[in-house]
């Protein structure tokens, strides 16, 4: 059975750093695209990063883009989202999700495989 759980999640202060991981279990995805998307309270769920299966290629939201590095550990089936100069607005559950194919997207649908996610809020 397919497992994705996130950690690394807490409250911070604006300027703070946080780091997200994802452990994926029950199968390998190092041939898979791994990403992370976020929801905040009253909002759709958003994407945030992307990175390709061979970690070579990523993509990032414009929201996050010099904020946010996403990096992966294939033999480890891991992947991780350093976060940094948080903003209040950065606030939601982050959500890892593995992709169908092996290059980079940013729709949902094309995510098959997610996590519960982990709670990150930023105070002001």
């Known amino acids: 059975q397919v497992q994705l759980v996130e950690s690394g999640g807490g409250l911070v202060q604006a300027g703070d750093s946080l780091r997200l991981s994802c452990a994926a279990s029950?199968?390998?995805?190092?041939?898979?695209?791994m990403a992370w998307f976020r929801q905040a309270p009253g909002n759709e769920r958003e994407f945030v990063s992307v990175?390709?299966?061979?970690?070579?290629?990523?993509l990032y939201a414009d929201s996050v883009k010099g904020r946010f590095t996403i990096s992966r550990d294939s033999a480890k089936n891991m992947v991780f989202l350093q976060m940094k100069s948080l903003k209040p607005e950065d606030t939601a559950r982050y959500f890892c999700?593995?992709?169908?194919?092996?290059?980079?997207?940013?729709?949902?649908?094309?995510?098959?495989?997610w996590g519960q996610g982990t709670q990150v809020t930023v105070s002001s």
């Open positions: 029950g199968r390998s995805f190092s041939s898979r695209a």
């Open positions: 990175i390709n299966w061979s970690g070579g290629i990523t």
């Open positions: 999700a593995v992709r169908r194919t092996a290059e980079v997207g940013s729709s949902e649908n094309d995510y098959p495989y």
